[in-house]
């Protein structure tokens, strides 16, 4: 049975040394902190954490590697990654005008019989518009796979080798968070979903995002204003079910209930999770169970606690 923990962020209240101990393990951990980007290797603080048992997988150090032995094989990602950014503008220039609408609609009154079937046929667009974007996106990882045959180059065949070697030989697997696209882009390229198979998985923040079936990227409050909430990748489909909402109290206008209704509607049936700090998710094959204090976003747009019986 296939154990997946998703938890708010470590780094005020740290909550991973405690499900360690829940899940019985007492060997090594594979360590994921490629999101940290240059500073994958300044984890200390987290190896500590995990009682001094964790081995870093370098995923970050590991794809340089890689690069700087296959200059075609660097060409071919760098092409995959302009194709996908042009992606990603085409996508937002849509999402805005439809957006705007759905906006509108969740705030404006009428006769529920009347304005409620406008609102759904909004958000179905919504929901069109999302499931379309992530078929061009697989498709452009799939062209990727099928033209440069990544799994056939020695220097990522060899670094891949080492990757699952280690796993083998590991106990569990803990996701850090940071950049959520260089996560998700690491941990692709070196196939380490194709490694994890069995293990238990603890993931938080950015960790926890690539593991669900999309990562989806949020923010109402940045510097340049409000924004909407996007389809950034393809995620692992290893957490399904969810919007996993790292941060979600600061990230999310959590008290504007019409803003919040568009967006867990938009993403159903997912359940939009928020992971605050303390906040956990546990994964028991197909069922979630949360802690008490862990809250998702339900269709009216409040939120309630993600298992009713933990509160």
Known sequence: MRRVVVLGPQRHVVTVTEELK????????????????????????????LGNRSVNLRLHARTDDVFAQDQQLFSAHRRRQDN????????????????????MLMSRAGPPELIEPEREDTIEQLRALDA???????????????????????????????????LEECDAVAIAGGHVSTLIGRMRLLDVAAGMVAKPILAWSA??????????????????GAGNAEILDVGLGIAR????????TTRLKLDD???????????????????????????????????????????????VAASPEAE
């Open 207 to 224: 960790g926890a995002m690539v593991l669900t079936d999309r990562v989806i990227a949020f923010h109402d409050r940045p510097p340049e």
């Open 132 to 166: 379309h974007h992530l078929r061009r996106i697989r498709d452009v990882h799939e062209a990727f796979e099928q033209e440069e045959l990544p799994g056939e180059r020695r220097a990522l065949a060899q670094h891949r080798a080492e990757v699952h070697g280690i």
């Open 241 to 248: 079910g969810i919007v996993a909402l790292p941060h979600a």
């Open 257 to 303: 209930h019409a803003r919040m209704a568009l967006f867990s509607r938009r993403f159903f049936p997912a359940d939009c999770i928020c992971l605050d700090a303390g906040n956990r998710g546990h994964l028991d094959d197909r069922t979630w169970t949360f802690t008490a204090g862990t809250l998702r976003i339900d269709r009216d747009g409040a939120t």
């Open 84 to 103: 996908l950014r042009q992606l990603q503008d085409i996508y937002r220039l849509r999402l805005d005008h439809l957006m705007a609408s759905a906006t």
């Open 22 to 49: 829940l899940l019985g393990l007492s060997g090594r951990i594979a360590t994921i902190t490629a999101g940290w980007q240059e500073r994958e290797a300044e984890d200390d603080e987290l190896s500590a954490a």
